[in-house]
């Protein structure tokens, strides 16, 4: 896949030189990995069917190009998602790199819907710029569903290992003092609802 800001036409009057064009590529911020930005649209009865990697990025302002160019979370349609994963994993539990995990989960209702948008840039700025220090490794992306069941909506952040406890407190530590003391944070295994840790105050 190529990248978003590699798709979109130049203007006439803004062409520019091979090697200025060299030079702009220079100044980039290159992020540790490489991010793909998936979509999962509920159009069929197939799973498979429905996910679609859109695009990957791996500098800063890559992921800015793509996220002026796509609807907030809070625009899509009842059922549809979209992930941030490493390159390489699926936003998918049957993943090899996702089996063994879980997700902290961030429960948002309908009347949060501009709070939601403001969250997941928050996440996925947390995480592609590798702000979890020696957890980062842990982290394999981040989920968010535009519009749930029950008016709900729920930004999810996978790891590897749900068993993990240092590492995955630490996530959670640090997106709970990113959000601000209101808001609760729990985490499950995948495919559970059971909460194995919880951040309810920032320590």
């Known amino acids: ?3 978003c800001c590699k798709e979109l036409p130049s203007h006439p009057e803004e062409t520019k030189s091979e090697e200025s064009t060299h030079v702009v590529e220079r100044i980039k911020h290159p992020l540790e990995h490489v991010w793909g930005m998936w979509l999962y649209a509920d159009i069929s009865k197939n799973w498979q069917e429905n996910l679609t990697e859109l695009t990957h990025f791996d500098t800063v302002e890559d992921y800015w190009c793509l996220y002026h160019h796509m ?12 992930s941030v994963f490493k390159q390489g994993v699926r936003p998918e ?10 997700r902290w989960l961030i429960t948002l209702e309908k009347r949060n819907c501009d709070e939601m948008d403001r969250i ?6 947390l995480m592609i710029g590798e702000n ?3 957890a980062n490794s842990a982290i394999c992306g981040a989920v968010v569903n ?3 069941k029950q008016n709900k909506s729920k930004i999810g952040i996978w790891v590897a290992d749900k068993n993990n406890e240092k590492a995955n407190m630490k996530i959670g530590r640090k997106i709970k003092e990113v959000l601000g003391k209101s808001w609760k944070i729990t985490f499950h295994a995948h495919n ?3 909460t194995m840790y919880s951040v309810k105050e920032i320590s």
């Open 192 to 194: 559970s609802s059971v």
């Open 93 to 102: 539990w049957e993943d090899a790199a996702n089996r063994r995990g879980g």
């Open 71 to 82: 609807k907030p979370p809070s625009e899509l349609a009842p059922g549809w998602q979209y």
């Open 120 to 125: 997941w840039v928050d996440v996925v700025l």
């Open 1 to 3: 896949m190529t990248k």
């Open 146 to 148: 535009g519009k749930a």
């Open 132 to 134: 979890f220090e020696d």
